[in-house]
């Protein structure tokens, strides 16, 4: 079985900076692609940055210049890092795998396969 398991959320000031990590167990295939999704209360969930299969990576508009997404396979770990982070930026973020299709911020939540259980991003004064 799979499992994702994200880290590294936190309390931050506007401005601050966080780097989430999200760990893999099981068989995660070089076929498979993954992306960073959030929620915050009351809000849709929604695609912030995406990594495809040849390690292309693509951005919400809202995230883009602030945020990067990266992976290390030979750990099986997905990375976050966040920098001048806004009170808007605040949610649950989750990290995602999906077998087929491609990668993007735009696609689909329900397009993927495997999901983590999320980890707390709080940006306030």
């Known amino acids: 079985q799979v499992q994702l398991v994200e880290s590294g959320g936190g309390s931050v000031q506007p401005g601050g900076s966080l780097r989430l990590s999200c760990a893999a167990s099981?068989?995660?295939?070089?076929?498979?692609?993954k992306g960073w999704f959030r929620q915050a209360p009351g809000k849709e969930r929604e695609g912030v940055a995406a990594i495809d299969r040849d390690g292309s990576t693509s951005y919400a508009d809202s995230v883009k210049g602030r945020f990067t997404i990266s992976r290390d396979n030979a750990k099986n770990t997905l990375y976050l890092q966040m920098n001048s982070l806004k009170p808007e930026d605040a949610a649950m973020y989750y990290c995602?795998?999906?077998?087929?299709?491609?990668?993007?911020?735009?696609?689909?939540?329900?397009?993927?396969?495997?999901w983590g259980q999320g980890t707390q991003v709080t940006v306030s004064s």
């Open positions: 995602a795998a999906r077998a087929w299709g491609h990668c993007s911020a735009y696609s689909r939540a329900l397009d993927y396969n495997y």
């Open positions: 099981g068989y995660i295939s070089s076929t498979y692609c």
